[in-house]
């Protein structure tokens, strides 16, 4: 039951912490992009879309890679899972918030799903890294361990 708990509690904090950190970095993307264009206003409207799209994103991110729902699954399988259910989510908000119109054309379709797959491989690169970096650590540590566990039988 407290693991239960636990995992509750950590997913209320990672939507708090994913909707502060996504609401600040779309705010200065925006502002940044305004500043560029001299756009002078931020509407209400927008603004209201934006924090709805964020908070529907990172609850997305949060059932996936929180072990509340999905308990079992891989760090790639859960990557995979993500990338592909945010994608379509991404294409939704992208006609929601009128990024794209109509249906696009298929080199525009191209260069969206290259950049998925780009960042999705870029992910994968270094999650395989960081896995073989921690599986060298976790043997050496293992090898120490051993090595005075016998020396300790033998006196």
Same mark, same amino acid.
């Given at each position: 039951m407290q693991n239960c708990k636990d995992k509750v509690i950590q997913f209320g904090v990672w939507m708090r912490n994913g909707i502060a950190f996504c609401t600040t970095w779309f705010l200065i993307l925006i502002l940044a992009y305004n500043h560029i264009f001299n756009i002078q206003t931020i509407s209400t409207k927008s603004l209201t879309k934006l924090v709805f799209w964020i908070v529907g994103g990172v609850f997305i991110f949060n059932l996936?890679? +929180?072990?509340? =729902?999905?308990?079992?699954?891989?760090? +790639?399988?859960?990557? +995979?899972?993500f990338m592909s259910v945010i994608s379509l989510y991404e294409c939704l908000g992208f006609y929601w918030f009128g990024f794209f119109e109509g249906k696009g054309t298929i080199a525009q379709w191209g260069a969206f799903i290259g950049i998925i797959f780009i960042l999705y491989?870029?992910? =994968?690169? =270094?999650?395989?890294?960081?896995?073989?970096?921690?599986g060298e650590i976790y043997t050496q540590v293992l090898r120490e361990y051993q090595s005075k566990r016998s020396m300790q039988h033998e006196k």
């Open positions: 996936i890679f +929180t072990r509340l =729902i999905i308990k079992k699954w891989s760090f +790639t399988r859960r990557l +995979t899972c491989f870029i992910c =994968i690169a =270094i999650y395989q890294k960081y896995s073989k970096r921690q």
